[in-house]
């Protein structure tokens, strides 16, 4: 009880919402679940009431029976105090007379990579409109829900906040939703435990990204197969996806115990989240609320019980696959997809590394997930980004450290992937993609001041800050000083371009000048073959001489000796490979680029058990870090078959001017259709013995700039190309252009006249 701020016996309530939650001496323990009740009458139906629900952690909401909210609230928090709060229109919900609110409330009790655990269970309710009010008060039902408790066995591994949920049906409240008062289990007022604004939630924030999207109920079939104590039942699902499961049972004795896994809850060498339901008497039916993920739901049964259904909820977030991709070449074809459905299972609260061991925002990842979503995924996904990017902002120590993954309680700095969050492939790549000027107003002190911690040594180079995890990537020959160096510099190639941005030419000049400093320390590492600091004795590093070509420190004259040094050395990661293939194709070496990604990426592709890619090259000893299989950073390739094979890239912030530039190395045909926010574009092309064929749909308002190799010959819609002219229809071309080619740069949009 020390834990509990009970209400004064001798308080008055007053007409404002308060932090509530059973007067429970286990009010706050792990995995608490807590029912609420609340009567509200309506004299007229409104038009609108606007509810503010916050939940310490997770909640479902039902009104007069009906499920309005499927897992709302978010995991904690926006800053290392404060709290989201979800906002709800209820009046489509609401009747007039007597409505029945009523709430589930799931209180994790405990801190994982993604969560950090306020130690109090608690509901925040605010519902005004005209003609309907309602705060959560004492006046409010409540009791912990008896049914709840955890499962046996061992729990998941301490990266997850959530815990092992078990379900005995013999002690549930049927029908609590609903019920009148006076049949109401046991339920008591609820304590009031703090005020709006104060602690231990103290601020609440808006949730900033959408409720997620619930793909109803299906069915699915399933085998049953005996065995000596228990049988076991296996249902495989269309893809790894993330789940609820649902089992429809009969039972004629009850007490008995099923087992709920998928093939993901002991994964990526640990134990995660799985489920457990204790049989009541007769037919029943039973959805587990936490979800899990998988290619597949297994059952553990008595020979007693009858499984008679097997159902399962999709939900995600709430995005939609419009970008598009397909090419003669099958092995890539069968890659996006994967690529695609791994970067779509790793989206929810938070960016996450993978779905089944840690559900944690690293930013290495997001930095790569971000790049993904912007050629697959629809602009809603931008809403998950600025979330991420404000979080890893606010969540920054008292000096100017910044860390990852946020939010969470693993508090470590990598400083490779720090620099690589904040720089040209992080921040600024989110702003040419949605031109949000405001965000980047927004954070930039903290990457001026993260920055302000970085040195440079006595010949330029990058000095080595080792921070909590001098990490660098998974894999071994690591040339850290030049990896960190590269990072380091397009961290500050991407503050100066925001310092540009922004107006402060002082910080600019300064990014810059301390760019020159580190490009001539690492041009001093240069051997004449390949760059190698002198502290570093493995074997070159393909890493290292990636990232001097993408930075710029490389100059063409050095591409051939990298380019044959790309040839030979191995060692990055899926997640590095990306970078990789990048700059590969920067230096036009385009077909060893696809046919190096091939090889390397030809096991999880081919791999039929799976529908997603793996954190290593493999499974079981080919893994890194536990090895997960469904990891999406390895769909990094995705970003550069978008911007360099087909070359599509915004030139201006938005898109509102972008690149083509196609490079088709050894595909025959593709089609590209890029989601951006002011429309989609397409690029098709053609690439025979006949010659390039290529065709562009340029939305409404939109310019592309086409970029060719230099040959006469181009033609647009059958027209001679000898320049062109902007008129205010598009009822000529209507945006879309056929081009024949042999060469040259043009500019076209959707009222281009030839």
């Known amino acids: 009880m020390a834990n509990i701020w009970i209400q004064p016996a001798f308080s008055i309530t007053r007409d404002v919402p308060y932090w509530i939650s059973v007067n429970s001496k286990d009010a706050n323990k792990p995995n608490t679940w807590i029912a609420f009740r609340r009567n509200i009458n309506i004299k007229r139906k409104p038009m609108h009431a606007m509810a503010t629900i916050a939940a310490d952690t997770k909640y479902w909401l039902w009104i007069n029976g009906r499920m309005v909210v499927f897992e709302g609230g978010l995991k904690r ?203 009541t008497k007769g037919l029943q039916e039973y959805e587990s609320y936490g979800w899990m993920n998988g290619e597949k739901i297994i059952l553990t049964v008595p020979h007693e019980v009858i499984v008679t259904g097997l159902k399962y909820r999709e939900t995600g977030y709430d995005t939609e696959p419009t970008g598009s991709f397909i090419c003669s070449d099958d092995f890539y074809n069968r890659y996006w997809k994967k690529a695609r459905r791994t970067l779509y299972l790793n989206m929810r609260d938070n960016f996450f590394d993978c779905p089944d061991r840690e559900r944690a925002q690293w930013w290495g990842d997001v930095v790569l997930l971000m790049g993904e979503c912007f050629y697959t995924y629809s602009p ?100 850290i000083r030049l990896i960190i160096a590269g990072w380091h510099y397009l961290a500050l190639d991407g503050a100066a371009r925001m310092a540009a941005l922004l107006g402060k030419k002082e910080d600019e000049a300064a990014y810059r000048n301390m760019m020159q400093r580190v490009k001539e320390g690492y041009n001093k590492c240069w051997n004449g073959t390949a760059y190698r600091h002198a502290s570093y004795n493995g074997a070159t590093d393909d890493r290292a001489q990636a990232l001097a070509v993408l930075s710029g420190i490389a100059d063409s004259s050095k591409y051939n000796a990298i380019t044959s040094a790309l040839h030979t050395q191995q060692f990055a990661s899926p997640y590095m490979e990306k970078y990789v293939m990048e700059a590969l194709f920067k230096m036009g070496e385009g077909k060893y680029a696809l046919a190096r990604a091939k090889s390397r990426f030809n096991d999880m592709v081919a791999d039929t058990d799976h529908t997603t890619l793996f954190e290593g090259w493999g499974i079981g000893e080919k893994g890194y870090g536990g090895g997960t299989t469904n990891h999406a950073w390895s769909g990094g390739a995705q970003i550069v078959i978008a911007s360099y094979l087909f070359g599509v890239k915004p030139l201006e912030a938005g898109y509102n001017t972008f690149l083509v530039e196609p490079n088709p190395a050894t595909f025959i045909s593709g089609t590209l259709t890029v989601p951006t926010i002011n429309g989609k574009i397409t690029v098709s092309f053609n690439n025979t013995d006949k010659g390039f064929r290529m065709k562009v749909v340029v939305p409404q308002n939109l310019t592309a700039i086409v970029r060719l190799p230099e040959k006469p010959g181009i033609t647009v819609n059958d027209k001679q190309a000898a320049g062109y002219m902007a008129v205010n229809n598009d009822w000529q071309s209507k945006g879309k252009y056929t081009i024949k080619l042999k060469g040259g740069t043009y500019i076209i949009n959707s009222t281009t006249v030839f």
């Open 380 to 479: 809603s996904t931008h809403a998950l980004m600025r979330k991420a990017i404000r979080e890893l902002t606010s969540w920054r120590r008292a000096n100017r450290v910044l860390f990852s993954p946020v939010p969470g309680n693993f508090n470590q700095e990598l400083p490779d992937q720090m620099l690589t969050s904040i720089g040209y492939y992080g921040f600024w790549n989110y702003y040419m993609n949605t031109g949000d000027r405001k965000l980047i107003e927004e954070v930039y002190p903290a990457v001026k001041d993260y920055l302000a911690l970085w040195r440079t040594d006595e010949t330029g180079l990058t000095e080595l800050r080792k921070g909590d995890w001098l990490w660098g990537d998974w894999g071994e020959n690591k040339d």
């Open 77 to 279: 928090g926006p800053t290392p105090k404060d709290t989201y709060a979800d906002k709800v229109d209820l009046a489509p919900y609401l009747r007039r007379g007597n409505n029945q609110i009523a709430v589930l409330l799931w209180h994790f009790g405990k801190d994982g990579f993604s969560h950090v655990n306020s130690g109090r269970s608690g509901l925040f309710f605010s519902m005004e409109g005209i003609h309907v009010k309602l705060y959560s008060d004492s006046n409010w039902l409540c009791r912990i829900h008896p049914a709840y408790s955890t499962a046996d066995g061992a729990p998941p591994n301490y990266r997850l906040p959530e815990s092992n949920i078990l379900f005995d049906a013999r002690k549930d409240m049927p029908g609590w939703q609903t019920a009148p008062k006076a049949k109401l289990y046991g339920f008591e007022n609820a304590a009031q435990i703090g005020m709006g604004g104060g602690a231990p939630w103290n601020a609440l924030q808006n949730r900033p990204i959408p409720q997620w999207k619930d793909y109803g109920i299906k069915h699915t079939e399933f085998k049953r197969i005996a065995g000596a104590a228990l049988d076991t039942i296996i249902a495989s699902l269309p893809y790894n996806m993330q789940i609820t499961p649902v089992i429809t049972i009969k039972d004629d004795e009850g007490g008995h115990l099923i087992n709920i896994v998928t093939d993901h809850s002991k994964a990526g060498g640990t134990d995660n989240v799985r489920a457990a339901y204790i049989t």
